[in-house]
């Protein structure tokens, strides 16, 4: 008796546990929505710099494909050519979602799914939330662009070092994810105020 009331109530405790933490399937899905959105702030970036200019990256193919094969069945997404490196490439100076995914994961997918999981296992409700929200965004950025860590050396310190133009950005890329995840969230008071207080 004693053994079958452990049992159950070890299989209640792992069925909260499991109820508690987001499964997969919806970090992925969360994942996908933020890299989506984080080609579209790139772009308007990009753009705002280069206008039409052509900003060609390689399509990741799978094991065995070749680029003809991919071209072939990857077609009819707009400005997609083999190159004279004889690498499949795409003009990703587009919209987002004329991109072919596994090239939009390629780019975003790694801070997106980083992002999906922070904000899925953290609750934003007051202004200390967004705050620690953007500081990890801001560290996620660092582990993912160590390539800019030369040119770009004052940027590589601590979210709270950093001056507010810059916090901002951090406190952008929060809400990019946050809205694909509940957009109310960056509709409360805490989330403008603090915005507004970055941007004086």
Same mark, same amino acid.
């Given at each position: 008796?004693?053994? +079958? =009331?452990? %049992?159950?109530?070890?299989?209640?405790?792992?069925? #909260?546990?499991?109820?508690?933490?987001? +499964?997969?399937?919806?970090?992925?899905?969360?994942?996908?929505?933020?890299? !989506?959105?984080?080609? $579209? %702030?790139?772009?308007?970036?990009?753009?705002?710099?280069?206008?039409? +200019?052509?900003? @060609?990256?390689?399509?990741?193919? $799978?094991? /065995?494909? +070749?680029?003809?094969?991919?071209?072939?069945?990857?077609?009819?997404?707009?400005?997609?050519?083999?190159?004279?490196?004889?690498?499949?490439? *795409?003009?990703?100076? *587009?919209?987002?979602?004329?991109?072919?995914?596994?090239?939009?994961?390629?780019?975003?997918?790694?801070?997106?799914?980083?992002?999906?999981?922070?904000?899925?296992?953290?609750?934003?409700?007051? &202004?200390?939330?967004? %705050?620690? /929200?953007? $500081?990890?965004?801001?560290?996620?950025?660092?582990?993912?662009? @160590?390539?800019? &860590?030369? =040119?770009?050396?004052?940027?590589?310190? $601590?979210?709270?070092?950093?001056?507010?133009?810059?916090?901002?950005?951090?406190?952008?890329?929060?809400? %990019?994810? !946050?809205? #694909?995840?509940?957009?109310?969230?960056?509709? =409360?008071?805490?989330?403008?105020?603090?915005?507004? @207080? !970055?941007?004086?």
């Amino acid at each position: 008796m004693k053994l +079958t =009331s452990l %049992v159950i109530l070890l299989s209640i405790f792992n069925f #909260q546990v499991m109820a508690q933490k987001p +499964t997969d399937v919806k970090i992925t899905a969360l994942t996908n929505k933020i890299a !989506l959105s984080l080609h $579209s %702030v790139w772009l308007k970036g990009y753009r705002l710099k280069n206008a039409d +200019t052509p900003r @060609e990256k390689a399509i990741p193919l $799978s094991i /065995g494909e +070749t680029a003809d094969s991919a071209l072939k069945k990857l077609g009819y997404y707009p400005k997609i050519r083999i190159n004279e490196k004889g690498e499949l490439v *795409q003009d990703i100076n *587009q919209d987002a979602k004329k991109i072919v995914p596994a090239l939009n994961l390629k780019l975003n997918g790694g801070p997106a799914r980083a992002y999906a999981e922070y904000i899925l296992n953290h609750d934003f409700k007051v &202004r200390a939330d967004f %705050v620690e /929200g953007s $500081s990890a965004v801001h560290e996620i950025w660092i582990l993912n662009n @160590e390539w800019q &860590r030369e =040119s770009n050396p004052g940027l590589f310190v $601590s979210y709270s070092e950093l001056p507010n133009n810059e916090k901002i950005k951090d406190l952008d890329v929060l809400k %990019v994810a !946050l809205d #694909q995840m509940n957009p109310t969230i960056t509709q =409360s008071s805490a989330f403008k105020n603090y915005y507004k @207080e !970055l941007s004086k």
